[in-house]
């Protein structure tokens, strides 16, 4: 039910919404995309093989974003970046993290409608 609420509400902004499998997102690195079922065992993600730590569903809605990025490349023929905008920063196709300036991190953000 959540899904078809969020995909009415995002449809008022003309936006489309995506499912994608979250099969192992909270168990894959993120940052090196090592996966395992002791990496997360709590809250916290730590990742067996490159020591990544962070918030479990953070790491996970990183993998998440990763899938749909890959799932739907189209860069087109100027190169342009491809990116998920997350509060705390950028995530590219390759999984590069930049993060957001402090200030970007605080309030609410014109281009992100409520739900």
């Given at each position: 039910r959540l899904y078809e609420y969020v995909e009415y509400?995002?449809?008022?902004?003309?936006?489309?919404?995506?499912?994608?499998?979250?099969?192992n997102t909270s168990?894959?690195?993120?940052?090196?995309?090592f996966t395992h079922p002791d990496n997360r065992e709590?809250?916290?993600f730590e990742c067996l093989k490159?020591?990544?730590?962070?918030?479990a569903d953070y790491n996970a809605s990183k993998?998440?974003?990763?899938?749909?990025?890959?799932r739907n490349q189209t860069g087109g023929d100027e190169g342009a970046r491809i990116g998920v905008r997350l509060n705390?920063?950028?995530?590219?196709?390759?999984?590069?993290?930049?993060?957001?300036?402090?200030?970007?991190?605080?309030?609410v953000h014109a281009e992100s409608p409520p739900l």
């Amino acid at each position: 039910r959540l899904y078809e609420y969020v995909e009415y509400k995002a449809a008022e902004y003309g936006i489309t919404v995506e499912q994608v499998d979250p099969a192992n997102t909270s168990r894959r690195c993120s940052h090196c995309g090592f996966t395992h079922p002791d990496n997360r065992e709590s809250e916290l993600f730590e990742c067996l093989k490159c020591g990544y730590e962070n918030h479990a569903d953070y790491n996970a809605s990183k993998n998440i974003g990763l899938r749909y990025l890959r799932r739907n490349q189209t860069g087109g023929d100027e190169g342009a970046r491809i990116g998920v905008r997350l509060n705390s920063g950028m995530v590219t196709v390759n999984g590069e993290f930049s993060p957001a300036e402090v200030s970007a991190r605080t309030g609410v953000h014109a281009e992100s409608p409520p739900l």
